[in-house]
């Protein structure tokens, strides 16, 4: 990670196998060379970095984002033949199973951040010997260490549904068997638990970006009471994060997405990657330091001059002409958020552009947020690209906000939180929503689309407010079925877990 050092613990369990005719008091696991917990949380700095190996698992989820755009009408899945990445090809289709590499991974992540966290929590209070370990900060400490477990869940419930809920200890092999499917209520409510206490225990402003704030907690718990339909508790929260002053928006859009925009006034809370050190693991291409969707969304065969500003790729997730088609004349975002590669070609001459063949469901289109950049990776080239992932901006909270507000009866902060989104669009007045009820609610989800295409969101918006079928229906979608994906099949033939109906 950028700025946080990521330290994998690897941490293993103790064997109980006695050697020899020693009495198990006499055995020590150091003598079989065996790490226990009594090795951790020793001091401050312990706690510390096992804190920040709590956040690698962010860094893992990265299909997250590209899932929610393919599986909606924004972008395709397309890369180099109907083959090509086939677990991401069958949620383009809708034709997803339970046996799916990408959705498994993703669960599998978010459930090792999850441990992670509640390794920390089981010694909270008094670490493996029984000492109390205290020092300053450990409070605001446990506080980004909720906002992760909530981060976490709610990355599962909004993809699963009810989903395994445990929170006072790690699981291991022995609780298998045991583990059952909370509901999705539940879920949210441990949710909103981790992320009260994260939002009482944290600072305002971190001094090493990336680290949770009082204001991320916020908005992302503002997110959460949106997606339960509790929409004046989600106006209130939120207007916390916009009341606070701490951000704006940048009137260039274009620069939220170069390096220098990184962590800037609008970064609500961004996962942080990076490019110091080399990445070689193809067997483990998520779980690098880099960002490994950047390459994914790049021009196939690109080639040109030294000049030109984009490195090739694989051409997957590629925007779709309806989503282009949705930006009114004289909207910015546009051109940020899809390359027309052809009129790029054209524009641009003297780069000498070519580009070998055609992606399969060529759309003529590219996600120009992530397109792979050149000075943006190093080692090996496709697994270290340094984009952070703006996982909640300000434009967001806006959007959100104006969503709530307008679902509370507020119809004219909704009109001022969307309408400050719209300014920045096109860069003058004449383009203010006056609408209200239901004509604002649409203009607001209508927004949402086109602020944040390519961004992960667009999928679980219209799950959320019911629009999925009239809208994806033509594309395969199934009411009753696709609004879950489904749990991945090892995770039930392992622990009996039920499956989402139509699975």
């Avoid at 079989?32 to 401050?44: A, G, H, N, P, V």
């Avoid at 298998?176 to 949710?191: E, F, H, M, P, S």
């Avoid at 060529?362 to 496709?382: A, D, H």
């Amino acid at each position: 990670m950028k700025n946080i050092q990521v330290i994998l613990l690897g941490l293993l369990l103790a064997g109980t196998m006695l050697v020899s005719c020693k009495k198990w008091v006499d055995y020590d696991p150091k003598d079989d060379f065996k790490i226990t917990d009594l090795e951790y949380f020793k001091s401050e700095a312990d706690y510390r970095s096992i804190a920040v190996g709590a956040y690698a698992p962010l860094q893992w989820l990265n299909q997250i984002v590209p899932v929610g755009d393919i599986i909606s009408d924004n972008s395709v899945t397309g890369g180099e033949s109907a083959s090509d990445v086939l677990s991401l090809q069958q949620i383009n289709n809708f034709t997803h199973t339970p046996v799916n590499g990408t959705t498994a991974d993703l669960w599998q992540s978010c459930y090792e951040g999850i441990n992670r966290v509640n390794y920390m929590h089981q010694y909270k209070d008094k670490n493996p010997a029984g000492q109390t370990i205290t020092f300053p900060g450990k409070d605001a400490l446990y506080g980004e260490v909720y906002f992760l477990r909530g981060y976490y869940y709610f990355t599962l419930v909004k993809m699963f549904g009810g989903v395994p809920l445990f929170v006072d200890r790690r699981l291991d092999f022995l609780d298998l068997g045991t583990i059952t499917r909370a509901t999705q209520a539940d879920v949210y409510k441990q949710i909103e638990t981790d992320l009260a206490n994260a939002i009482a225990a944290l600072p305002v402003v971190q001094t090493e970006k990336g680290r949770a704030t009082k204001s991320a907690a916020q908005a992302l718990l503002g997110k959460v009471y949106l997606y339960q339909n509790k929409f004046a508790p989600a106006a209130a929260m939120l207007d916390n994060v916009i009341n606070s002053n701490a951000y704006s928006l940048v009137s260039d859009f274009n620069s939220i997405f170069l390096p220098s925009g990184e962590n800037g006034p609008e970064s609500v809370f961004e996962i942080q990657y990076s490019n110091g050190s080399a990445t070689y693991d193809w067997g483990h291409v998520t779980r690098g330091q880099g960002n490994y969707s950047v390459q994914q969304c790049g021009i196939r065969g690109l080639n040109g001059t030294a000049a030109m500003p984009y490195n090739p790729g694989w051409s997957t997730n590629l925007p779709t002409q309806n989503l282009a088609a949705a930006y009114a004349a004289g909207d910015k975002r546009k051109a940020v958020t899809v390359l027309d590669i052809e009129a790029y070609k054209t524009a641009n001459p003297a780069f000498s552009i070519t580009y070998q063949v055609a992606p399969y469901q060529n759309t003529g289109l590219y996600n120009q947020k992530y397109l792979p950049r050149k000075g943006e990776t190093s080692g090996q080239v496709e697994l270290n690209y340094s984009n952070n992932f703006r996982t909640i901006r300000y434009a967001d909270v806006l959007l959100m906000a104006a969503e709530a507000h307008n679902k509370s009866g507020d119809d004219t902060k909704a009109q001022t939180y969307l309408n400050l989104v719209r300014r920045r669009a096109f860069g003058d007045l004449l383009h203010d929503v006056t609408s209200t009820g239901t004509a604002l609610y649409d203009a607001i989800l209508a927004e949402r689309r086109l602020e944040l295409a390519m961004e992960g969101e667009r999928f679980f918006d219209l799950v959320r407010t019911g629009k999925a079928p009239a809208v994806l229906g033509p594309l395969g979608f199934v009411a009753g079925k696709h609004e879950l994906f489904p749990i991945p099949q090892g995770e039930v033939d392992l622990a009996g877990l039920t499956q989402n109906p139509g699975y």
